[in-house]
């Protein structure tokens, strides 16, 4: 049974950081690409970041580039996502997903298959 499970979200200050983290289990973590995407009532689910199975590519929403980041630990079937300079409009449920794509597609929440519960990230102005 595949498990996808977030945390790290919170109540946190503009211009305040947040680290989400994600712990892959029942699946081979380091085959697949990893993406977050956020959500907010009423509207659908968002791109926010993807990175690729090895590491050694990375993708942005224009909103989050410069300052969030995305890495993962394949030996801890951990994928993470650093949240810095947050604004008041990144407020949102965050969840973490598998991509199953072809090196394309990587904003597209058709392309992903298993989802976390999600995470709250509420930001304060």
């Known amino acids: 049974q595949v498990q996808l499970v977030e945390s790290g979200g919170g109540l946190v200050q503009a211009g305040g950081s947040l680290s989400l983290s994600c712990v892959a289990s029942?699946?081979?973590?380091?085959?697949?690409?990893m993406g977050w995407f956020r959500q907010v009532p009423d509207k659908g689910r968002m791109f926010v970041a993807m990175i690729t199975w090895n590491g050694e590519s990375t993708v942005y929403a224009d909103s989050v580039k410069g300052r969030f980041t995305i890495s993962r630990d394949n030996a801890k079937n951990t994928v993470n996502l650093l949240m810095s300079g947050l604004k008041p409009e990144d407020t949102a449920v965050y969840y973490c997903?598998?991509?199953?794509?072809?090196?394309?597609?990587?904003?597209?929440?058709?392309?992903?298959?298993?989802w976390g519960q999600g995470t709250q990230v509420t930001v304060s102005s």
């Open positions: 029942g699946l081979t973590f380091s085959n697949y690409g």
């Open positions: 997903a598998t991509y199953i794509g072809l090196n394309d597609g990587y904003s597209d929440f058709h392309m992903y298959d298993y």
